[in-house]
């Protein structure tokens, strides 16, 4: 909670956020974020690498390196543990995303679909199952 005293002030501004998705191998994640969904890669750390960043216009996911499973066996899958968020300004954006996504071969968990909120979304599955939703309004 922020303390009255400094309610009557103006909050800093939080500018962006980047999600971080773990991965078995940087080089291969970057590849398939670069060539498949568009991306570009930012930076790669290390040698061999275990750290890089992506971008797409204000969208970041930064991937950092883990040698084994992260999560026990099928539950991303299960549950649907989305791990990145990703919004789209317009209807006919994410459906031309989608298009596009299907057209590249992009692997996804579920297709484009309307929400019962009302939003349209599809989640993504990268090489290592990381789900990354991409959302946007349905009309």
């Known amino acids: 909670m922020i303390p009255p005293s400094e309610?009557?002030?103006?909050?800093?501004?939080?500018?962006?956020v980047a999600a971080h998705l773990f991965v078995q191998n940087i080089n291969t994640s970057c590849e398939f974020f670069q060539a498949k969904l568009g991306f570009t890669v930012d930076f790669?750390?290390?040698?061999?690498?275990f750290y890089g960043q992506?971008?797409?216009d204000n969208a970041r996911l930064?991937?950092?390196?883990?040698?084994?499973?992260?999560?026990?066996?099928?539950?991303?899958?299960?549950?649907?543990?989305?791990?990145?968020?990703i919004t789209v300004a317009g209807a006919e954006e994410i459906e031309?995303?989608?298009l596009m996504y299907q057209a590249a071969g992009v692997p996804f968990h579920r297709k484009l679909k309307k929400?019962?909120?009302?939003?349209?979304?599809?989640?993504?599955?990268?090489?290592?199952?990381?789900?990354?939703?991409?959302?946007?309004?349905?009309s």
């Open 54 to 56: 992506v971008s797409r």
């Open 62 to 85: 930064a991937l950092r390196f883990m040698d084994g499973p992260v999560f026990a066996g099928g539950i991303r899958e299960r549950e649907d543990l989305v791990l990145a968020s």
């Open 96 to 98: 031309r995303l989608f």
């Open 44 to 49: 790669v750390y290390g040698d061999p690498p």
């Open 115 to 138: 929400e019962p909120w009302g939003a349209k979304a599809f989640i993504v599955k990268d090489p290592d199952g990381n789900l990354i939703l991409f959302a946007g309004p349905a």
């Open 7 to 16: 309610q009557s002030v103006a909050l800093p501004r939080l500018d962006s």
